[in-house]
């Protein structure tokens, strides 16, 4: 075994978190020493393209192409994982914890396809598979759910978890913009792919969801269980009607324990104006937890970003550099207790909802969508109609509480009537939350 | 010793927090016994008054009015203290932490006035002292600024650390109610003292500071240097004006680092409408950090109450409690270091400011005002004047950036001008900070 008194890191990876993280390392290296108790020493960086211009912090004799390289150092203590993917992470991954080496990673779709498979191997091999950055970037979630609330019934997460479509939404808000010209923005300034279907679909924050999930409610689940949709079909009336009603739309991930199944979504919402999640624009990401004795709480920050996910991963590696040294690695994640746990379908989630009918406007066309609703015994909360005498109006809708399937089959009725005159838009509204 | 696969604890206390702490250990002994690696077994719990009525989960064999009986224990682990004040409970804590004890405390009276020398004390003989609770109730401030912001400078905090004031200002602004009317509510629902003086002149707050100070600048300073003003002077109007202005007021501790000097202040400000830190309501607490690498983090949720803080309580507990068990006592406290900071004089700090002149309504006033601004180097932003031919209007003005003492002077030779008709009301406003 290597000298009791330093801890050595390898990355794999070094782009922009990945140079973020070696830049803390070096920048606090005296204090970071402290903090551990040791000097938290680098061995090696993987990259792709060792001719690729780096951060300052890493250093060239740090940089290798061979992964086998990295993993077969026989005095590796910690691996810290930046690459991202699921394949060549994963196994790279498996790999370091079968060896006993304890993992820092920020990967979430690795942790939504296979977080449990591997926290279990790590619990096994008692050493520590740490996550902070995979949710959240610098919000100290992970450690809130996993530590703060380890006394407490988690009941329910409403999470703003991803930054691109919460900085478009601002955008369609405050600007009236499409959708395309919020993304075109979002992709200029570098918060959007140019293949975006991951951020503005809702899969990336339905990775995320499961993630918490694993943490919050103890549950297995598989991410292509979620009930997923993004905001590709929303547009900027839509914002100027939810604020006419005092909500603005935001992108969530909600969860909630119902002890035998897991209630898991991810759509876009009307949040009332007054709550403090209606208040979190741009990039920012929020997650409001409740917990049965907590009550709610609400973590708000830069949920992307080199520096922000930089600061969680060093923060879990001082945690598994400390454990380590001390001779108690897989401390942290002892104890936490997971079970498959089956999702409750979409069709049984109980709501109110945002309606938009665009109509002709002609007599009896309200008639008919409230007797519609009325027969799936959904009830009207409050309505209103847009630009009257143009031949073709909107007609929007607050309706009370209601089972989502029955929701569904009243639109699916009213979209064959004959004054139907374009696709109508439903959306879920958050209520009686607005404590936090 | 003991039989090491056994955590054994004692309260000093069972008010309503203690009894918190004792009904979440029981309904949760089996999942905490896992998280900890061993059952957490009461041993002791000390009360004034044996007779009283307690909590459920308090077994009367438990219970003792001997703090010797107690702290003599053998056996005993960890000192769990829910009884407030400075003498008795610092003399306690004292004794159990030179005994090797762990210490677990929501004290932060006693925090803010002996934190830094009882943390010393822990770490020089190698055990714990874990204070969660003392600031925000179950909101996980402390760990965050401890352990999530490890690898980071905290360069600022902006706070709404008092639930009492921040419930009034609510009240006050949602229904136009006077400082009088607003404490009398609070005190019939439990919110405020008999003798409110601790919540609603700001002492609270500037106890919180300290201890969040200790934390996020590393500072050591006294409570009574810390420049304090509370709620008493504001009244519904100053709400209305601040709202037209596109404000809200709300009770803040603020913090920022100037390296040599460190900046701490607690006062109502001006907080911007689109800040989440207007929308947090009610007593609700909030605690904003900015990092230089994280940028903005934005804690929240109940600030007081029994079973929030008794949710942070129970988390150090485990803490403690694993490291205790682990034989790596005194882990999280190492490195956390301290020093002795000046604050910087109020006079000095920087700001803009909302300022309010009740001024007999006749020619040449607002050009006084203006004039002796200007002479101060002091220039106002905007300005609107109410209720005018009534004979007694108010001016109200916002100021650019400026520095409080030349303020403070300026105030003092308008107010000394004929034409002003009442205490001239200045307030800072919280600019530039909306991020989160």
């Known amino acids: 075994m290597q000298d009791a008194k330093t801890i050595r890191i390898s990355l794999l990876g070094c782009g922009t978190v990945g140079g973020g993280v070696l830049r803390l ?20 960086v993987l990259v792709r393209d060792p001719t690729k211009e780096r951060d300052d ?15 077969s150092d026989p005095e590796l203590d910690v691996l810290v994982e930046v690459i991202g993917g699921e394949q060549d992470a994963g196994a790279l991954i498996e ?3 079968r060896r006993g080496l304890g993992v820092v990673t920020a990967n979430k779709l690795l942790l939504a396809r296979r977080g449990p498979e591997l926290l279990d191997l790590a619990v096994q091999q008692g050493t520590d598979l740490a996550f902070e950055a ?15 609330l380890t006394s407490d019934w988690v009941e329910q997460l409403h999470g703003i978890v991803n930054g691109t479509c919460n900085y478009m939404l601002t955008r369609m ?25 991951l951020d503005v679909d809702g899969h990336d924050a339905a990775q995320k969801l499961v993630v918490l999930a694993m943490l919050a409610f103890g549950a297995r689940v598989r991410e292509d269980k979620v009930p997923t949709s993004g905001i590709r079909t929303l547009d900027a009336d839509d914002h100027r009607f939810a604020a006419r009603l005092g909500y603005r739309i935001k992108h969530l991930a909600v969860g909630r324990d119902h002890r035998d199944k897991v209630e898991l979504r991810v759509h876009p919402a009307l949040v009332p104006e007054g709550d403090v999640l209606a208040s979190v624009s741009g990039v920012l990401n929020a997650i409001r937890v409740e917990g049965r004795a907590l009550g709610p709480c609400l973590l708000s920050g830069r949920g992307a970003g080199a520096m922000p996910t930089a600061v969680s991963v060093v923060a879990d ?5 400390r454990a380590r040294l001390a001779g108690v690695a897989g401390l942290a994640t002892r ?10 379908p979409l069709q049984e989630v109980l709501s109110s909802f945002y309606l938009r009918f665009p109509v002709q406007d002609r007599p009896g066309v309200l008639a008919g969508i409230a007797s519609a609703l009325g027969a799936f015994g959904i009830s009207i909360e409050q309505m209103f109609q847009t630009n009257p005498g143009k031949g073709l109006v909107d007609i929007i809708m607050t309706t009370h509480q209601a089972r989502w399937g029955n929701l569904e089959n009243a639109m699916r009725t009213i979209y064959n009537y004959d004054f139907i005159a374009g696709d109508i838009r439903f959306l879920p509204i958050l209520r009686d939350e607005s404590a936090s």
Chains 1, 2 share one sequence.
Do not use: H
Request: aromatic residues 6%; contains cysteine; negative net charge.
């Open 95 to 97: 790999r370091a914890l």
């Open 134 to 148: 995979s949710v959240g970037g610098g919000i100290p979630v992970i450690r809130t759910l996993r530590e703060a």
């Open 25 to 44: 390392l070096k920048q606090n290296s005296a204090y970071l020493a402290s903090r551990v108790g040791a000097p938290l020493v680098v061995r090696k």
């Open 57 to 71: 912090a890493c250093e060239r004799g740090w940089v290798t192409t061979s992964a086998e390289e990295v993993l």
């Open 335 to 344: 104890g936490i207790q997971m079970e498959t746990r089956e999702i409750l």
């Open 173 to 197: 808000r405050e600007d009236g913009w499409s959708f395309e010209q919020a993304l075109r923005e979002a992709q200029r300034l570098g918060y959007a792919e140019a293949e975006p279907s």
């Open 317 to 321: 590696l001082v945690d598994v550099a």
